[in-house]
């Protein structure tokens, strides 16, 4: 049961909790296979479609766990070796990169997403907490929050106990007075209930919880983590 009355500081994961990532995910892929047709086109025509550009970095990511923790890296080395194996410049892996990475900035809010930022950031300091590569200036939502703390410049994913430590640490406050709120169970909701800290799983799309222990606040939009909290 969420206990307002302790939450001093909230932490926000970001893909799929305030905007939906696979839209935006496909989009900046055919982006970038467009970008392929006229840079790269041996690359383009071997890897043909997005799909096929995706599968490559699901090989790498198995090849190389070394980089689970950073996308970005992880893009630009299966980028890089699609490359190389259609006989193209592997030094185009880092424009073809830019690339991709400025149309996945692009992404829709979700409808509850700004009204919720702009009621918790009035109330709360907020800290996003994302294994993903969003970058919030890029987006203009960087002023909603106080600091960020993304997998990729930190070393480790959600679900580690350190990573929530250091977005309790970015807000000045001990883990027990933070609220995380995110859409993935295991990476959200249990990880950071594991260090101390309250939960509410962001369940859009009503999933059974799959636990024997509840979230605090299970919700189907930000507006209800903003009526719960006024």
Known sequence: MLNPETIRAISLDLDDTLWPIWPT??????VLHEWLVINAPATAALFSSPEALREIRGAVGRQRPDLKHDLSAL???????????AGDDPELAEPAFEVFFAERQNVTLFPDALPA????????PLVSLSNGN???????LAPFFVASVAALEFGVPKPDPRIFHAAARAAGVQPQEVLH???DVLQDVLGARDVGMQTAWVNRVQALWPHAQAPDLELASLSELCEALR
């Open 25 to 30: 995910i496909d989009r900046a892929e055919q």
């Open 75 to 85: 893009r630009r080395e299966s980028i890089r070796l699609a490359l190389g194996q």
């Open 117 to 124: 930022l702009e009621f918790l950031a009035a109330r709360y």
């Open 134 to 140: 969003a970058d919030l200036a890029r987006m203009g």
């Open 181 to 183: 709120v995110g859409d």
